[in-house]
């Protein structure tokens, strides 16, 4: 066993040093640095406990609390996990050229459109994102989870302008930042290319840092020198297609290069936790400190039956009220599905001790077989629901429902004077549908603060905040604009 905070220990060892010297002098000592109110909640009848003992024991309990504050903790079994996953820095170009529309809806968008089926379909990657133009940004790190990035990169909104130029050093620089430390470097550019223009300076940069560069071109024509540079440095050149074969060729590709991959380790430690033992010892001690005309064994049976049957049936009552409110939840989703018998049952499963609730689910049953046209039935739940709570809005259906049921008997009598051959006069009776429910959702019986939240963080969409790399090379056509 050990401590997983030592230092607590010795940041309270000053205050402790000064309660024991201050529990040594006498009471009008004490006084001085205790207010009256504190002194009679520490003040226990002599009958019980000797002045002496009083102190050791309020003194052994601030050695409990510090104690617990420390973390006492046995280690388990360590859990060591290892990975190997290849490096990938997917760079996509973000200058003006990639606007253009010659590929529908724009080049930059199906640039975008490839990196998201890459990332759904490339598990075995570590992946890093960043945009260039005339400079370069981070907009993600290396993670090793692609499927949570797919999802970031879904959700992004840039909203940044960029330089209309392109500088394919910048892309370089940059990726060699995100990759510094990894034992295999690869580059995916998404690019039109740029001008035609030599790439020696790029190649030898590319092989100085021991870094593959793979292209996938976003041009309707070839560009015969960034298919060059993408064979010489190891990576492979791929032209867009309109399916997904492009982006199987490059995964296909850098599932080759596997065997160097980086390796994760993952080692996660496991704790059994102690705390919670002086923490509750101190409790007790000073819960008698506190409350001296009982007895110990009376507090302590007190305690108990009050830590034990109350806290249950509160626990209880607590799961009861959560599983009846995500029944009617669930029922009023179902109603509104169309689904009216399932919702029927799932609102009788969410009857309980609330009046109010009761009635607001005896209105929703009434309105299920109202829609149903079982006004009968409808009448009963709707008094069934009167009685159990004034409503409004039930006793305004109810009134409804009678009207419709009165007009129905009328209809019936006049179709079987027609039966005999008797005249009968047209009237209409306005007709209203009781399709009101009383939709109380589950988070306002239960209030769900994590839900809420993140749900408002699904609708909110904020720009992104790119991290701009500093870069020094520039490439030949890094200031054409074409």
Known sequence: MFLLHPWFLLLLLVPLGLFVFN?????????????KAMLEKLSVSKNLLRDTTRYKLFLLTLSLFVLALARPVVEKKQLDTSESKT???????????MHNTDIYPSRLALAQKKVDTLLAQAQHLAIGILLYANDAYILYPISQNPRLLRSL???????????????LFASLEASEVLLEGHSNKHILLLSDGGAEVS?????????????TLSTLSLNSTLLPSMQNLSHASGGVYQHYTWGDEDIQTLLDFLAQAHPDAQTYHYALKQYHEYYHYPLLLGLLILLLLWTPRQSPIALFLCFMSYSTTPSQAALFDMWTEYQQAKSYNQATKTYKQKHYIDAV????????????RNAKIYHNIATVYARTHKLRLAKQYYKKSL??????????NLSIINKQLKLERKNLHKKYQKLHFKAIANKQIEYKTPFTTYAVKLHKLLPDEESRWFNKLLRHKSPLYLQKIPTHLRSLDANLSY
């Open 153 to 167: 990169f879904h959700d992004a909104n840039i909203t940044q302008h960029f330089a209309k130029s392109t500088n």
């Open 199 to 211: 790439r020696a300076k790029e190649l030898h940069y590319l092989q100085k840092h021991h870094t």
């Open 87 to 97: 490096s990938l820095v997917i760079a996509i170009d973000f200058s003006a050229s």
């Open 345 to 356: 049952a799932l609102y009788t499963q969410a009857l309980g001790a609330n009046k109010v």
């Open 387 to 396: 009685q159990s709570f004034f409503l409004p809005e039930t006793k305004k």
């Open 23 to 35: 529990f040594n002098t006498t009471q009008k000592g004490l006084s001085r640095h205790l207010s």
